[in-house]
Structure formats: C-alpha cells, structure tokens
C-alpha cells in the first residue's frame, strides 16, 4: 500500500519548497508589468521584459539538459535558486533606491531566466524520484495545486504591496522566497540523480542522443507543440487580464484578486484531476480540455464588468490542471530516466520559446489591435488545438509504452494498465 504523498518526507519538502517559491514567484509576477507600464506606459515594454526569461531558456535549455542528467541535481537547483534571488533583490533593492531603469529589468530578468532554466529542469527531471509511478498523477495533481494556491496568495499580495511601496518590498519578498527554497532542498535526503547514470560521451553525442530518441516518439512531439500552443496564449494571458481589468478601471489591489479568483478554480480543477485522469483515456482527456478551453476563453470577449471577468478566470483556470496531469504522466511513464534531463530540455525549450514569444505577441496585439481582437485571435488558435487533437492518429484509446532501457521498439499497453 502507498504511503500518502503528505507523509513522504523528501516529496514534501520538494513541494513545500516550490510552493514557497512560486509564491513569490506570483507576488513580484503582479508588480513587474505594473512596474514597467509606471516607468513607460507600453506594454509592449511589458510584454518585452516577461519575454526575456523564454529568451534565455531557449539559449541555455540543451546544454542544461546535458548538465542535468551530468551533475548532482540537488546542488544545481540550490545554486540556481540562489542565483535567481539574487537577481530578483537587485531590482527589489533599484526600486528602493529609485534608480531602477528598464534596462536593468531586461537584465536582471535574463539572469533570472537563466538561473530558472538549471532550477526548473532540475526539479522536473528530480520529481520522478521522490514519488512512485503510481503515485504519479496524484503528484502531479498536488503540484497543481500548490501552484494555485500561490496564485491565490502571491497576486493580491503583489498588488497591494505594489500600492503600498511602489512594487520594492514585492520583489524583496520573491528574493526571500527563492532562499527559503533553497534550505528546503537541503534536507532532501534522497538520491535525485538517474538511477542509471549516463555513460560520459562528447555533449554532442549526448545531444544527439537525446534528439534521435524524441525524433522517434511522434505522440510525445505531438504534446510538445500542443504544450507549446497552448503556453502561448496562457503566457500573456497574466497581461490581458490585467489590460481588461484596467479597461474597466479596476484598482491594482481588485486586479491582484482577479488572479486569486482564478486560482481558487484551479485549485478545485487540481482536487479533481487525479480522478478524471484515472477514468479518461489521453485523447478523451485532451479532447475535453481543448474544447472546454475554447469556449470559457471566448467568454473574455463577453466579459463587461469585473464580476464576469472574475468568473470567466476562474473557469479557464479550473481547466488547465487535467492537461498538466494527462501530459506529465505520460511524459513521465514513456522517458527512459538516465536521458530525462537532455529530453525535458528538448522540449521545454519549445514550450518556454512559446512562453517567451506569448508575452511578446500579446503585448503587440493588445496594443495594436485591442483586447476584443487580441481575444479573438488566440480563441481561433485553441479552436485550431482542439481540430488537430481530434484528427491526430497516434492518440488511441491505447497508449505506446517505451521500455525504460530507451530502446526504440514499440509495446502497446492498454489504456487500463496506465491509469
């Protein structure tokens, strides 16, 4: 019988950790955009700078991914995460100075992006470790839901610390978070490491490995860019939101709680998951996000007051928590561990890439076409995910299986034995 996650030392303070992070994570997420519309009015400028962490990831995500399955990936999310805060309290600390520039924003975002590259893989490719294979969805799900609860806690937070200190104390307090983390990876007392360690080859043929391997999964290709999709349009959706908010003149401290609202949504979506994905085939399971997405997406074109707005969030939130269950398992269950890192990396450079390009054509579109149109365009592209989904033949009712040696041939495994 499985031990209940809550009482697995070493997933909790994986968790607990990350939770605290991510936290302030969503308490300086608020404040950055709001700090930048202060300093130039465009949220072009806006968009630009929550791009520049895609940026990066996009540069650093291979030969990370090398590293990852390389190095003790304890220590790298201990020094990454320290990295991360250091960069984030120098623009706490320019604030408090009144010296902080745009310029310096783009840098320390970069610096940032890039310590979060090594930290995020690290942690991804650790998770695995800590908790069972059957246990993994029910992961996943908490995972979820720690993230809500810091978009219940950190928006409103950032908000009305921005109101009250000009935005100082709120990167301060995601510096903070970034340290807290760290003394929580500290007492993690398992292995986080492959359990197959790599044999040490040229990083080229590591890379090339890696490629060859993920070349030959076209359901795993297909989930990717899927991913990628829809990170997309969820990246800027943080700036359309708050655009439509300030539309209806909505205060920075209500805007915070639009985002807390919105969390509350996920965090029942999170609760429910686990036990949808344990009764819905993948394309099922797909099928019905996409669609459901589609739809309370387009209800933003409807959303004329901040009582919609709050509701319409609150929905699309409750909806993503399937898709990252539904994905993560599967990516977990198909990729061989001893390449997890150099994999992830693959394809969180896409999805991160996506993420990085979201926040930059949103800021465009919002300021060239406006909210309705902006609205408009990304509600055409979940449309278009939901059509490719359904027409894509690789997802079935049951799933292909990779033997964990990472060896090319193919097993097929009802969808039953995967629940």
């Known amino acids: 019988m499985n031990i209940p996650l809550w009482k ?74 320290l990295g991360s805060g250091l960069a984030m309290g120098s623009i706490a600390l320019a604030l408090a100075c009144h010296t902080l520039s745009v310029t310096q924003l783009y840098v320390a975002s970069a610096i940032e992006g890039s310590f979060f590259v090594f930290a995020n893989l690290g942690r991804i490719a650790a998770f695995p470790r800590v908790v069972s294979k059957e246990q993994f969805p029910v992961a996943v799900a908490q995972s979820g839901t720690a993230s809500n609860i810091a978009l219940l806690v950190g928006p409103p937070c950032g908000g009305w610390l921005y109101q009250a200190t000009g935005g100082a104390l709120a990167f301060f307090v995601d510096a903070l ?25 040229a990083i080229h043929h590591e890379i090339k490995e890696a490629f060859v391997w993920l070349w030959h999964q076209p359901l795993l290709r297909f ?40 969390a509350g949504g996920g965090i029942v979506g999170s609760l429910a998951a686990a036990k949808i994905h344990s009764h819905v085939s993948l394309k099922k399971s797909l099928l019905m996000v996409l669609l459901l997405s589609f739809l309370t997406f ?47 990396s693959f394809m969180r450079m896409v999805v991160l890439g996506a993420y990085s390009f979201g926040f930059f054509l949103t800021g465009n579109l919002l300021q060239y076409l406006g909210s309705r149109w902006t609205i408009a365009i990304y509600s055409l592209l979940l449309l278009l995910l939901f059509l490719a989904t359904a027409k894509n033949k690789h997802l079935a009712l049951t799933k292909d299986v990779i033997p964990s040696t990472g060896d090319s041939k193919r097993i097929t495994v009802p969808a039953s034995e995967d629940r």
């Open 8 to 81: 697995q030392r070493n997933f909790m303070l994986l968790w607990s950790g990350q939770l605290i992070s991510w936290m302030g994570t969503e308490v300086s997420g608020i404040a950055l955009p709001l700090v930048v519309l202060a300093l130039t009015g465009s949220s072009v400028q806006a968009g630009g700078v929550a791009a520049i962490r895609g940026f990066v990831y996009i540069f650093w995500a291979i030969p990370a991914g090398v590293l990852i399955d390389r190095w003790n990936r304890k220590i790298v999310m201990i020094l990454a995460n």
């Open 223 to 262: 989930l990717t860019i899927l991913t990628a999709g829809r990170t997309l349009l969820s990246a800027g959706l943080y700036l359309l939101i708050i655009i439509l908010a300030k539309e209806h003149h909505t205060p920075s401290s209500l805007t915070g709680l639009l985002f807390a609202i919105g």
């Open 177 to 201: 978070s970034y340290g807290i983390n760290v003394f929580s990876l500290f007492f993690i007392t398992t292995s986080l490491d492959p359990e197959t360690p790599p044999d040490r080859t």
């Open 298 to 344: 387009s209800f933003y074109l409807f959303a004329l007051n901040y009582v919609l707005l709050a509701g319409i969030t609150m929905l699309f939130y409750a909806i993503d928590p399937l898709y990252d269950v539904t994905t993560s398992s599967y990516s977990a269950k198909v990729i061989p561990d001893r390449i997890r890192g150099r994999i992830l």
